[in-house]
Each structure stands twice: as C-alpha cells, then as structure tokens.
C-alpha cells in the first residue's frame, strides 16, 4: 500500500500569540514527519510568510501565504482562513490587521481588571513574556493564570484542572468561558464581520474558507451562505480535530451543495496548548487538496473581477 503523502493546510507558528514553534521549527517537524505540504495561518497576521517561503525552498516542502482572521457574527468569534493572499500588495486587509493589532493592545488594561473582579491573580508580567515579541491575547491571559501557583486553589479554575469536566482542553475552555464575545470577562476589540471579512481576503487576491465551522456553524446559519457566496467565499475547512464524524458528514455535504472547495487541517500550535492537534494528523489531508487550492489561488490572481479589479 502507498503510504499517505502528509499535507496540513492549517497550522500556526509563534507569530500568533498563542503559537510556540518558530517557522524553522515547525518545518524542522514538518520534515521529520515527512510532510510534503505545510501551511502557516497564524492569527490575524502573515509575518510568518517570508521565513516559510525560504525553508519551503530548503526542505522542498510546499507552502503558500495564509492568515486566520478573527471576525465576528451574531456575538461570536469566528475565523476564517485566507489562502494565497498577496502578502505585499495595499488592500483593506492589510490595514484590518494591523488595526485588530493595535486595538488589542488598547483593551488589555480592562481584561486585567474583569479577571482580577473574578477573584484570578493577573500576573501581567508574565502575560506579556508570553506574548513576546507580540502583543499579548486573550490566549496569554488564560495560560497565565492557569499556570499560576496562586490560583492553584481557586476553586473558579476546578473544572479545568486534571480530572475537572474541562480539563480536555482547558486553556481553550478557560478562554471560551471568561474572555470571548458574550462571555463576562470579554472587552471588544476592533473586528469585522463575517461578510466583510470574506470579502476583504478576496480583494487581497486570497481564497477565504471558513475555520472548523463546527465549532459555530449550525444548520441555522444555512440562510448565510447565499450572501457568504456573493461577498466570495471559496472554501470551508470540512477535516479538523474539531469535527465529529457526524459534523464531517454534515459540512461535507454542505461544502459539496455550494460547490466549496473542502479543506483539511490540524490547527495545530503545540500539543501542550492543544491536546488532540498534531501536526499532519487529519488523514484527508492530501497534495491533490493541496493542488486544488493553488488552482483557485491562481484563478483568483489571474481573473479580473469585483473584488480585485
């Protein structure tokens, strides 16, 4: 039997705030894995693309530019990928990053306060270290006080210690409970909607695809995906770690009714921060996916029309 050539179209490095591995350490994995296909999406930025190009060259391990875009819909967070952007082009999307960066920055005070009404010790020292050289997230927030001897005993933070119903996952449960939309600790930032969003990375020449949409997309999100379609979207991430067989069967044939091109990734960052996300590990991952996204890359580069005349 042929054995599985590896391709993961989902994957962050340390330029995302809640990444760990540099971009030469993760093609270093990507190698030893012998991974034949590695894309970077870090959160809201594509800072990693330049070093990515260079050790694709290297290790002969194909890549393309990415970002996550953090955007919102009905008060939820959402994400969606961006495929094959132009990286040093002027567009809308370049000044939505560098905006949703410097808003962050802005809500950090307010973040400390809401957490410590809550009882947690903010140690805002070691937030930033986190984050370094970035700004810090909301992910920084919930390592460092989940990583805390001084709220070790809270009894806030049972359910996310080892053997609590949270702890799967509990930096991610952590942040889902205190510091995203609707959630009691949150600040807004600057963001923008779904629709908007989608049509931003169109105009950036890129291929939008919505990020593991299991966790939001419900079937009374289906009347969106008209006016998703008309602002451009391409694609939707059918095979991740966050999808139940159940879920994959329902966004397969979803992405298969709008004729969207069906993705794969791990969204892997480090499996410390992400247990049950590893690199390579979603088996219809494939070059032939690979290939088929570089196809409408190339399409959207090459045509002219609304969203890059």
Not at 140 to 151: G, K, M, T
Not at 244 to 271: C, M, N, R, V, W
């Amino acid at each position: 039997m042929m054995k599985r050539k590896r391709v993961d179209l989902h994957v962050h490095s340390g330029y995302s705030s809640d990444g760990t591995f540099g971009v030469h350490e993760l093609f270093a994995q990507a190698k030893e894995l012998h991974m034949e296909g590695l894309v970077i999406a870090d959160h809201d930025t594509w800072e990693a693309w330049e070093e990515a190009e260079q050790e694709s060259e290297l290790t002969g391990i194909r890549t393309i530019p990415a970002l996550e875009l953090s955007c919102v819909d009905e008060s939820r967070m959402v994400h969606i990928l961006g495929y094959g952007i132009d990286t040093k082009g002027s567009h809308r999307l370049s000044e939505t990053v560098k905006r949703i960066q410097q808003s962050r920055i802005g809500i950090l005070p307010q973040i400390q306060r809401n957490l410590e009404r809550e009882g947690f010790f903010v140690d805002m020292e070691r937030v930033n270290q986190l984050a370094y050289p970035h700004p810090a997230v909301i992910t920084n927030f919930a390592d460092a006080i989940l990583q805390d001897p001084r709220n070790g005993d809270h009894p806030k933070l049972v359910p996310y210690r080892p053997g609590g119903e949270k702890s799967d996952v509990p930096y991610i449960r952590f942040i889902k409970d205190y510091l995203v939309a609707g959630s009691k600790c949150y600040v807004p930032e600057y963001i923008v909607d779904i629709f908007e969003g989608i049509r931003m990375i169109r105009e950036a020449k890129g291929v939008p695809v919505l990020a593991h949409p299991g966790e939001w997309f419900t079937t009374r999100d289906e009347n969106k995906m008209e006016r998703m379609l008309e602002c451009g979207l391409q694609g939707m991430e059918v095979y991740t770690p966050y999808h139940s067989p159940e879920q994959t069967a329902y966004y397969h044939g979803l992405a298969a009714k709008f004729g969207l091109l069906q993705t794969a990734g791990s969204d892997y960052h480090d499996i410390s921060k992400k247990p049950g996300h590893w690199m390579g590990m979603v088996e219809a991952a494939s070059l032939d996916m690979f290939d088929a996204l570089q196809r409408k890359i190339d399409e959207n580069r090459q045509r002219r029309h609304k969203w890059n005349q």
